[in-house]
């Protein structure tokens, strides 16, 4: 199985690039771009789709034939809901960095006839999930609710410092709906202030895969299978965007039965 932790190769232009082959399964891609003012990065959808995020600064967009503008303007993970914009199959893109930039590219199969769509910060409300040092702050970009996709799941997630997160332990990894859904996944994760540190536990039931890492600003970590839980360190931080994709665009997780107690606690 390949390294469940990926680490940036630079600082400047494409610093991450994971595709299905080179984690060794078959939906989820993640590249990161960062991009320095009047800097263009572009590319081809094919049978993929793909959700652009704008992890930080601002560039104008097109998709196909459609010109988006200037989209994104926070400039750090941490200050609000990202601007996003969807592209599906057989399409292109193009970014413009206007400021530093910080864009991620999102991929999983194809299909249907989506359109090219921008998502706005806000288009859906953030939601607090959990309690005590379990709360953790959710902004769902294309959630499952969101019927404007093929096959990705797209959400930002921030985890005070001190705090969990992913957490109590769920696991996707099973085609057996409606009790389950197999979804690989991917965590882009930042720190605040960058260099803090947090862990991510990726394990399975018979414990055929258990890993646990220590993650750092700019680490992406792979969920081929398993729980994978996440806590941030008092003191800093964390920020992480999930992208998943598997045979259908539905997440329904099953909890780690000897933990669920937390969740009645």
Not at 181 to 209: A, I, K, M
Not at 211 to 224: N, Q, S
């Amino acid at each position: 199985m390949p390294n469940l932790k990926v680490k940036p190769s630079g600082t400047h232009g494409r610093v991450t690039h994971v595709t299905p082959e080179s984690a060794g399964w078959t939906y989820v891609g993640f590249d990161l771009h960062r991009l320095k003012p009047g800097e263009s990065v572009s590319g081809e959808t094919g049978d993929r789709e793909v959700c652009l995020v704008w992890v930080t600064g601002k560039g104008k967009a097109s998709a196909g034939t459609k010109d988006f503008g200037t989209l994104g303007g926070r400039m750090s993970p941490f200050e609000g809901a990202p601007h996003a914009l969807y592209i599906p199959m057989e399409s292109t893109w193009s970014v413009t960095a206007e400021t530093d930039l910080e864009l991620a590219v999102c991929s999983a199969p194809g299909g249907g006839t989506y359109q090219a769509k921008e998502i706005s910060p806000g288009t859906h409300p953030q939601v607090t999930r959990g309690k005590g040092t379990n709360v953790r702050y959710v902004n769902n970009i294309m959630p499952e609710d969101d019927s404007s996709a093929h096959s990705l799941l797209v959400v930002e997630v921030i985890t005070p410092g001190g705090h969990t997160s992913s957490y109590p332990p769920h696991k996707h990894d099973q085609d057996d709906l409606p009790n389950e859904s197999f979804l690989e996944e991917t965590y882009y994760h930042r720190l605040n202030p960058p260099q803090g540190f947090g862990f991510q536990r990726v394990y399975t039931d018979d414990r055929s895969l258990d890993e646990a890492m220590a993650i750092e600003d700019g680490d992406v970590t792979l969920v081929p299978k398993g729980y994978h839980p996440c806590a941030a360190t008092h003191g800093y931080d964390l920020y992480y965007l999930n992208v998943m994709a598997g045979p259908k665009r539905i997440w329904k997780f099953h909890n780690a039965p000897e933990h669920e107690w937390l969740l009645k606690a």
